[in-house]
């Protein structure tokens, strides 16, 4: 049987927020199928391993999904993103992202560090970063450092837009000949 990754998200149109005890309790739920949970805001979601056949796999973690989720009491809102991917893939993409030979990755997990790695940033970068909308929310909240799914930061690496910033201090302009 092939073994899938699947992202399942759940947005609210209105300015509604997530309870974020009960996102943690929604982990605990889906920690048999290694899922980890990610949120915040209007929004919410999950990454969960399963087997099967893709149409099975869909079906079988967006059921357990909906029910897991009432259980804990998140709010039934609609299911905006299902992603699937065969994990063999899946693994493949992570290890091509710079820096994921990191010890944070083996477990799906990355720290601020790891992610600087991976995005070639300083860690002081990602935590300005990591308040931007369009960056992943962490799955958990340490007391050293938020901690984001491995799975969200490829997503956002892969459709990163960088622009230019300041040069390095030791960049000298040089004038162009008139």
Known sequence: M???????????????EV??????????QLRDVAGSVNGGGNSYGVVVQVRGTAAGAIRTATSRFSKQRDEVGLPPWPIVRCELIERDEFMQRIAAVPGAELAGTAVGILGAQEVSSALHISRQRVMQISTRPDFPAPIARLAATPVW????????????????GRPPAGWTRVEPDE
């Open 19 to 28: 309870d974020l005890a009960r996102l943690s309790e929604l982990a605990q």
């Open 2 to 16: 092939t073994e899938w990754i699947l992202t399942i998200e759940a947005k609210s149109t209105a300015d509604d």
């Open 149 to 164: 799914s491995a799975a969200s930061i490829l997503r956002y690496a892969e459709n990163r837009n960088t622009a230019p």
